[in-house]
C-alpha cells in the first residue's frame, strides 16, 4: 500500500521554524515527484512546494519562496519542508503528496493520488 506519513507539525511563534518530514512508502521513491500543500481554516487546498526527486526540480509558491526550503534524503525516503520565518497566515493542516510517475507539474496542480493524514501547524502572533 502506498503510504506518505507527514509530521513535525506544531505550535510555533511568529519568525519561528518547524521541519515537516514526509516518509513514502508503496512506490519507487527515486522516480517520484513529492510535495507539500496546505489548508487553512475556511480556505481551499493550495500547493506549498514541491520537488522531482531525481533531477531535484522544485516549485515553490509565490507566499514561501525565500523562506521555504524542500528536500529530500533518498535513503531514508524522505522528504522535507524546512519552514523559516513563520508568519500567521502559515496556520494550516499541512499534507504530503506524491506522484509516482515524478510528474511534477501534475503534483503541483493537485491532481495525485496519493495524500497523507496532515499536520497541523500553528504560527501564533
Known amino acids: 500500500d502506498v503510504q506518505l506519513q507527514a509530521s513535525g507539525g506544531g505550535l510555533v511563534q511568529a519568525g519561528g521554524s518547524l521541519r515537516l518530514s514526509c516518509v513514502v512508502s508503496?512506490?519507487?521513491?527515486?522516480?517520484?515527484?513529492i510535495g507539500w500543500f496546505r489548508q487553512a481554516p475556511g480556505k481551499e487546498r493550495e500547493a506549498v512546494a514541491c520537488?522531482?526527486?531525481?533531477?531535484?526540480?522544485?516549485l515553490y509558491a509565490d507566499s514561501v519562496q525565500g523562506r521555504f526550503t524542500i528536500s529530500s534524503d533518498k535513503a531514508k525516503k524522505t522528504v522535507y519542508l524546512q519552514m523559516d520565518s513563520l508568519k500567521p497566515e502559515g496556520t494550516a493542516v499541512y499534507y504530503c503528496t506524491g506522484n509516482p510517475r515524478g510528474w511534477l507539474v501534475h503534483l503541483w496542480q493537485g491532481r495525485s493520488d496519493y495524500w497523507g493524514k496532515g499536520t497541523q501547524v500553528t504560527v501564533s502572533s
Open positions: 520537488m522531482g526527486i531525481r533531477g531535484g526540480s522544485t
Open positions: 508503496g512506490f519507487t521513491f527515486d522516480g517520484a515527484a
